[in-house]
């Protein structure tokens, strides 16, 4: 009876194992730029929280951190390619692997985050190359170009794009008119399916997966359109327009109890889209101009989307519901990044600067900030928060703060 019981346990914790995946990705675990931290400071040092460690050989790139329970993972570009760079939670580089040409047409450098699931870690290149690599070594396990194989089509500053995986599907926008956006398993890089979407290039955008009812829809921006693919088939079953002036939709769509926020830079702004029961439609709820971020995110937090604007550089507050502007701050210079963590607004302007803020009905309270220390060239690099602390990206450097209330 003892045997019978120890071999239920024993098939019982390899259940747990094999279906559970450890995930690092693209602004935090659900890809919305929440980061489920907790004890973490509530102000900063003039010069900002303690730097833990640095590393300034990364090379060109807007890639962020990829964080795992036991390493860190980003990726930089190295005398014309790109380089994935490994390192423990300390700053030792484990590895670095060269996986070929990347991006040196403008703007230099990566601009694609690793993804990280169960031991393995994949890469877009700016070019439509995507490899899959051995997290512990580096070594390359397969490696596909869609451009190549599946039609895809390059845009004005590189194709950019940060992976998602569904299971054992990786989905990638290649832009093409029939293989539009692809699935691949993951372990193989075989295609398991390909959709047409609306035959439109791609725009930049990093998708995200909602489910609704019984399906479990991708979401992405193409080069004018919202689409809506079923992620077991690739069915296209909706699309909305969004255009603006360069085809660039470069902020990861927002989902929410049934409701959908998709903002694009340039003047464009957000639309708020409301998903029918089944999933197989939408229809527009509201419309506004004023926070239209580049690329830098939003977060929804108690019902308000916090983000900055393009056009007018400020940091804005709207209502999820209404999309009515509830405050605005010009306390940062530029426009920028945000990410939320333990009641906290994280903002990363481009003018170098990394601020503090509390989120307030009408607005920010910025509480601190500080001048990100290393690096060169623009401030694109998203924050990152994992274990109580901050990752900074900027240019070659990988800044690493403790964040950790005493």
Known sequence: MKKNISILISLFLCSIITFSQEISQWRGPNRDGIYNETG??????????????????????????????????????????????????????????????EWTESWDGVRSTPLYVDGKIYQMSGYGKVVCLNANDG?????????????????????????????????????GEEANVIALDRNTGKLIWKSKGKGEESAYCSPTLIKISSKKILVTM?????????????????????????????????????????????????????????????????????????????????GKLYGSGDKSRKWFVLDWKTGKELGSSDVLSKSGNIIFADGMLY???????????????????????????????????????????????????????SIQSN
């Open 222 to 302: 193409t080069a004018n359109s919202i689409i809506g693919i079923e992620a077991s088939n690739g069915n296209l079953l909706w699309s909305h327009e969004q255009t603006n002036q360069y085809s660039v939709h470069a902020n990861t769509p927002i989902y929410k109890d049934g409701y959908l926020y998709c903002v694009s830079g340039y003047g464009k702004g957000g639309v708020m889209l409301k998903l029918s029961d089944d999933g197989s439609s939408v229809s527009e709820v509201w419309r506004s101009e004023l926070q239209d971020t580049r690329m830098g995110g939003v977060v929804l937090v108690d």
């Open 347 to 401: 903002c990363y302007s481009e003018s170098g600067e990394v601020a503090l803020a509390e989120p307030k009905v009408d607005g920010y309270n910025f509480i601190s900030k500080f001048k990100v220390p290393f690096g060169k060239n623009p401030h694109w690099a998203h924050l990152v928060i994992k274990d109580k602390k901050l990752y900074v990206r900027h240019g070659a450097s990988l800044m690493v703060y």
């Open 40 to 101: 973490l400071l509530k102000k900063w040092q003039e010069l900002g929280p303690k730097l833990l460690w640095h590393f300034d050989e990364l090379g060109d790139g807007h890639s962020s951190a990829t964080v795992t329970s036991t390493a860190v993972y980003t990726a930089g570009t190295v005398n014309g390619n790109g380089v994935i760079f490994a390192f423990d939670l300390s700053g030792k580089l484990l590895w670095k692997t060269d996986y070929g040409k």
């Open 139 to 175: 070594k390359i396990i397969w490696t596909i170009d869609y451009m190549k194989d599946y039609g895809g089509k390059n845009i004005r500053w590189g194709v950019t794009e940060n992976l998602l995986v569904d299971g054992d599907k990786l989905f990638c926008t290649t832009g």
